[in-house]
Each structure stands twice: as C-alpha cells, then as structure tokens.
C-alpha cells in the first residue's frame, strides 16, 4: 500500500473546487463581513414582526439571506478544513463560522416565540394579506404545532447561545479522531510495516490476510481504548446536552424530543429495533454461513468485513467504479445520468484520502451551488458502492434545491439516506442481472448481504445503543466507560448471536462510532435502506411511473412531512412492513448463497 500523500502533492483533478462557493478566501471574509452588518438589523425587528404583514415578510426575507449567506460561510470553512484538519487557518475559519452561526442563531431567537405570542388568526389573515407571505404557510404550520415546546424570547435566546458549548462534545472527538489520535503500524500482506488510520481501517479488515485482519482490529482499539475514559465523558457531554434540551422543551425524553419536530413518531424508532429483533435468527443464519464459507473454527469480529468469495475480489479504479454507476442508474432516466456526468467531470468529488483528511464520506454543499462529495476512495468494491451512495446524496440535493425555495430546500434527516441506498440497490441489481459466472454472483450477494448487515443490522444495533444510554442520561445515570462497554459488548453478542466470538476489544467500539454524535441519526441508515430496497424494486418494475413518483420525493425537500414525502414515492414508514420485506429479501439471499458455497 502506497504511502499517504499529503495535501499539497494531491492532483487537482481529484480535489472538489471549493473555488465554485468561493473563487479566494477573501471573498468569504467579505462575506462574512456582510453577514455580521446583516446581523447588526435584525434586532431592529424584535418586537415588530406581527405589526404587519409587510413587515413580517420583510424580515423573513432579511433572515433568509442572512441564513443563505451563513450557510456558504460555514459550510466553505468547514469543508476547507476537512481535507486538512491540521490546516490552522481553516480550523480558525471553521471556528469563527461556527461562531457566528451561533450568534445568528441567537439573534433570530425571538422570531418563533414573537409568532407563537400572537393571535393565530393574525397569521393566517397575513397570508390572506399579502401573498408574498404564502410560500411560508407550511413553516407557519410546523411553528404552531410545536407551540407547546417553545419557550419565551429570553429562553430561545438563551439556548441559542449555548449551542455552541452543546456542540462541543462532536467538535472534540471530531479533532481527536482525525487530527491527534495515532495508531500503532500494522504489517501488510507482505509482512512490511505500513501505516493505519480511520481512512484505511475496512481495507484493511477486508483483506484475505487473517493476521493483517486482527493486526488492523487490535491496533484501532487498543488506540481507542487508552483513551475510554476521556471518550465516555464526552459521549456523556453529548448525550447530556441532548437531556437538557428534552427536558428545557418539555419533551418526555431526548428520543421523542430528537423524533416529533419532524413529524416522525417514536413508533417508527421502536418498530424499528422489535421488527429486526425477530429477523435475528436470519442474521444468526449469516453468521454461520460467513464461518462456514470462511472454513473457520471459530469467527472473530475481525473476520466481519473479508468477502467469504475471496478470489472474485479484484481491483476497481475510480475511472471503472465512475463507469459502472453511469450503466447501474441508467433506469433513472437520461436527466439523471446527465447530472451524474456533470458532478463528475466538474469535480464535485474531492476522492483520495490524503494526510489529515476526514475520514469517511459524505455529500455537503450550500443553497446555490451544487452539491460536494468527500470520499476516501480505495480501488474496491466498497468504493464503488460508496460512491453511488454519496452520489445519489448528491443528487438529491440537486433536485431539491434546483425546485425548492430556500425555505423547504434542505430534507430531513429521516429521508436523507433513500435516495443514496436507492441507488446502491439499483447498482447491487445491475451487477447481478450482468453476472453469469456462479462464483461472482456468490460473491456479489455476499457484498449485498453485507451491506444490510452494515446499514439495517449494525446500525439498528447502534440505534438500540443510543436508545438505552439516551434514557439513562435523561433518568440521571452516570454513563461511565465501563457502563459503556458492558451495554455495547452485550447488544454485540445479541445482534451476531452464538456463533461470533465477541472479542473484548468490540466493546470499545462505541468510542469511535462519529455519528453518535449527532444522536439518534444512525436508525435512519435502517429505515432509509429499508424505503430504498422498495423504491429500487418498484423503479426496476414499473420503469418510468415509479421514477415520476420518486422524483416527487426527489424535489420535496421537506416541504411535506418525511413519512408523507415517502407515501408519494409509494412507501409508508410508518409501519414495519418495509423493514420485514427488507428483511425477507435478506432470508431469501441467504438461502440462495448457501446453494452456491
């Protein structure tokens, strides 16, 4: 494996053009400067917002390019940062822009509770007054059924300004993680010592070399686990500061208060982890087939990622994966594929790991410009997969902000991983309907078992996870490291059941687990990969009909509730019948793969 490059040595060609939010730094100092005179109005506006409806709509729109302009400000920072996190300008940039996101915030405060104090027939006959203010009905109505959670003017200000000590606890493990935490080097195929990190850690676990296998997994824990202790105190500050939001807002607890903003019933969460319960037993099935395939005596956690059809795995460059995607989500229609092309060929991908860079992928980007994705691409199948994942975020994007006004533009949390396994399905299709070879198609089913173990089991797990420790910290009980590993290691060996060897060292793997940091995100992984595999089969079988739905859903943003956007496109959340449809798919290729080792 090749040595990591650092930042300056990386080809333009694979690095994002931040250059199209921002052509020089100082242009995003000037606007910064812009948005701090902005700031310096809008408290001119408090206390005057239901005067008139002119008024009321003067100042929305006066937010809104406060809100647009900060957006892009933070947004630029940040991803500037993330290529290089040792880079101190960018972390300087990253730190003011989260500063003045929160003193923005703050500002703005007293805009829901100034609405909520008034009589809601003035709201609504403002609508009837100026039509202008109709494009925010929808918003009207999302503040008036959370009334009951909203505090006084003086209250909202005040959490405003605590948000960035709330979001210290993420902004801590994300510098540990990335930028301070080293790990002990680890010997190659070749027996030659080589780096590891959080970049090449799958690569690694999915190499055919049992021991560079347990050498990666022994080396990530044991870096993590000298540091437990720091890292349950701050999952703790971070859960705590979900529990003091619950309980300010008057919700029964962090779940609740995390899930009914957005119209997403706890319902759906707990369905979620009672329908993957009684589907264990299939998962327990893959367990003993990956030992069996893997001719093991016993299967350590460290044997969880090496595909059991090792001699179909070969190696695919960016240019291939980029290729395959094109051909997979061809059933998208020639508008998609054309957009595909367009991020692509417009670097809007940022794609090798470099010295310093974030781990992982994602899709980011600000109103007005298009979408950025981040990778940290390895020449696999992986790679390829994340690639249509990311891509189809991308896209998604795209279609919203392109029809969407800025205020419904971005799409909850909720509905956010549909379209990105959506297309992972569609690839996961194609590459099957194209293989005739017996030990291919083992191989492919394998790589699609693997990611609902990936995304419906283990992230169902992590949400069971969040959900026990999110009570404890809302009941006032110490979420010690010890606590910590105990509840982990025992919902491992629950979820892989008796024939994995649950190694000590997994019970620290809590500790390196990023989106826990954005509680109760990760349940969504679940429930968005159980809508994507019904909305892949129903574009695989009704062609264009099912595309015209899901593109109603592509282009909604929120302005519909998340489980309704979903309805549109032809599935309904709400109830656990697309979990158990996924999880029948899941048996089925199961049984299939056994036929074929």
Known sequence: MSEILKRAEVKKENTWALEDIYASDELWEKEVDEVLEICKIIPEYEGHLTESADKLYEFLQLKEKAQKLMERIYIYANQALHVDMNNSKYQDYAAKATTYMVQLQAL????TPEILSANETVIRNFLSENDNLKIYQTMFERILREKAHTLSKSEEAMLAAVSEIASAPDDIFTMFANADLKFEQIHDEHGNLTEMSNG????FMSSPNRTVRKEAFQSMYKAFSQFKNTLAATYSANAKQATFYAKTRKYAGSLE????????PVSVYDNLIDTIHAHLPKMYKYVS?????????????????????????????FDEAKATVLEALSPMGEEYI????????????????????????????????????????????????????????????HYTNSVQPYTYAEYELFVAEVASTCNE????????????????RAYLINHFLDSFKGTIFRQTMFAEFERITHKMSDNDEPLTADKLCQIYYDLNKLYFGPDMISDEEIKYEWSRIP???????????????????????????????????????????????????????????????????????????????????
């Open 515 to 597: 989106h826990f940091y954005s509680e109760f995100y990760v349940y969504q992984y679940a429930t968005g990969f159980s809508a994507a595999i019904a909305l892949s089969k129903r574009i695989m079988e009704l062609g264009d009909e099912a595309v015209k739905d899901y593109m109603k859903f592509l282009t909604g943003g929120c302005s519909k509730d998340p489980i309704e956007l979903l309805k549109m496109a032809g599935v309904d959340m709400s109830t656990p019948e697309p979990i158990n449809a996924a999880m029948e798919l899941f048996g089925q290729l199961v049984d299939e793969l056994e036929t074929l080792i």
């Open 289 to 317: 087939l990956r030992k069996k395939a893997l001719a093991l005596e016993e299967l350590h956690m460290y044997d969880v990622y090496v595909p059991m059809i090792a001699d179909v795995d070969k190696k695919i460059s």
């Open 200 to 203: 090449r850690y799958i690569t």
């Open 257 to 264: 208060a995390s899930l009914l903003p957005k119209a997403i």
């Open 108 to 111: 703005c405060s007293f805009v």
């Open 338 to 397: 054309s957009l595909l092309k367009e991020g692509f060929n417009s670097r809007w991908i940022d794609v090798y790991e470099n010295e310093g860079k974030k781990s992982g992928a994602y899709s980011w980007g600000p109103y007005g410009t298009h979408p950025y994705v981040l990778l940290n691409h390895n020449d696999d199948i992986d790679s390829m997969f994340t690639l249509a994942h990311e891509m189809g975020h991308a896209l998604h994007s």
């Open 425 to 440: 399905s569609l690839l996961i299709h194609h590459l099957l309907n194209k293989c005739s070879d017996k030990k291919e």
